[in-house]
């Protein structure tokens, strides 16, 4: 199975501020690999599929990167909305397997 | 607009059963695979089943393979989740997924999800 670790846990960051989240992967998912926002008591909602490719109607001022096993999800001038939890996801084979989660709250 | 509506959770004791249903509009169901996806209380995402298109595949992680059961209803726009021999550890709010389609598994639409308890 391919494990995928997250960092960090949490994040605190100011309104304006450039934020960085990272996912390693346990071996090569070749891209594969989405990145998704939960905010409290909602459904997650897919961000980026493809490690950069970003979905209908997610803003740019979120990007993702990386190749091979680490990836990364970085959200540009943070606005009110964006302080949430944020999972990535491989997508390349069974168990589809989840990072454990990085919560972005306000400092 | 794509929309998945899931129903059928609720309490039920350790050991028996609970049948989840996820209606699904807005796309051409039969032209996707289907997802559910669980997250425990105060926890993170876990996938939970997979179906293919004409429902002839499916797939599960071993926390739930033998006792869970997907299933789809091509003419009814309907996937389900059979789930038997529940335990504590099953207790999690259930969410169906759509596929966003091609040749890997990505979520592109959730539900709003559907809360199941498990315990005496």
């Known amino acids: 199975d391919i494990q995928m670790t997250q960092s960090p846990a949490s994040l605190s960051a100011s309104l304006g501020e450039t934020v960085t989240i990272e996912c390693l992967a346990s071996?090569?998912?070749?891209?594969?690999l989405a990145w998704y926002q939960q905010k409290p008591g909602k459904s997650p909602q897919l961000l980026i599929y493809?490690?950069?490719s970003l979905h209908t109607g997610v803003p740019s001022r979120f990007s993702g990167s990386g190749s091979g096993t680490q990836y990364s999800l970085k959200i540009n001038s943070l606005q009110p909305e964006d302080f949430a939890s944020y999972y990535c996801?491989?997508?390349?084979?069974?168990?589809?397997?989840f990072g454990s989660g990085t919560k972005l709250e306000i400092k | 607009e794509v929309q998945l509506v899931e129903t059928g959770g609720g309490l039920v004791q350790p050991g028996r059963s609970l049948k989840l249903s996820c209606v699904a509009s807005?796309?051409?169901?039969?032209?996707?695979?289907m997802y559910w996806i669980r997250q425990a209380p105060g926890k993170g995402l876990e996938w939970v089943s997979s179906?293919?298109?004409?429902?002839?595949?499916?797939y599960y992680p071993d926390s739930v393979k033998g006792r869970f059961t997907i299933s789809r209803d091509n003419a009814e726009n309907t996937v389900y989740l059979q789930m038997n021999s529940l335990r504590s550890e099953d207790t999690a709010t259930y969410y169906c997924?759509?596929?966003?389609?091609?040749?890997?598994?990505?979520?592109?639409?959730w539900g709003q999800g559907v809360m199941v308890t498990v315990s005496s």
């Open positions: 493809d490690a950069s």
């Open positions: 807005g796309f051409t169901f039969s032209s996707y695979w």
């Open positions: 997924a759509k596929d966003r389609g091609g040749r890997v598994s990505y979520f592109d639409y």
């Open positions: 996801q491989n997508g390349l084979s069974a168990p589809l397997t």
């Open positions: 071996e090569d998912i070749y891209d594969i």
């Open positions: 179906i293919n298109t004409d429902g002839g595949s499916t």
